[in-house]
């Protein structure tokens, strides 16, 4: 887990604030740019694999989930070393697992928390890559790559921490897969969220 201090940011595109003043996003459900104020939280360095994800399963006796479609076309995607893909259930009772099993608070983290890792503590940086941008074969993968690690797929998932992680320390944060946050999903959350650790 990587420790991070709390503080204070603006949550949403802030594409506008910044370069060519242009939204970064085409949603319209992050476009209000608001104030939120963190407490210090800690979040994992890496994703979550298909290994960690397994070894959770045989401890608990819980019956490993069907293999969606898309995993069957392309066996590569079920490799240990790959971010697991569950449901946000799935992804919440790991993390309680974890919590009983070491006796610390372990959870989702919120979207506002995620965001404020992903950008290294709230900065102004548009991709969560080691210098905020997107380096095809450094610091991101290539086209190829991403055909090499997926069987020809393309899709942008590929071994967890196969490349350089955040400012903070992170790796893959907004990258290979998906993230589930501990949060409910609403349109226009963003124009009336709490300020104080939403």
Partial sequence: MVPVKGGEFL?????????????????????????????DFSISKFKVTNDDYNKY??????????????VKEYP????????VGVTWQQAKDYCQWLGKESGKKFDLPTEAQWEYAARSRGQYIPFAT???????GKNIPS?????????????????????????????DMGLSGSEWTN???????????PVNDP
């Fill in 76 to 83: 590569s995607l079920q490799k240990g070393d790959y971010s």
């Fill in 130 to 136: 080691n210098n905020g941008e997107f380096l095809p």
């Fill in 143 to 171: 086209q190829d790559e991403l055909s090499e690690y997926t069987d020809g797929a393309g899709i942008p998932i590929y071994p967890v921490g196969k490349y350089p992680p955040n400012l903070l320390g992170l790796y």
């Fill in 57 to 70: 399963l045989q401890i608990t006796g819980i019956k490993k989930p069907p293999i969606n479609i898309l």
């Fill in 183 to 193: 949060d409910w999903y609403a349109s226009d959350y963003y124009s009336h969220s």
């Fill in 11 to 39: 949550m949403g595109d802030f594409g506008p604030l910044v370069g060519q003043k242009l939204p970064f996003s085409i949603n319209q459900d992050d476009k209000v740019l608001h104030k939120v104020v963190l407490s």
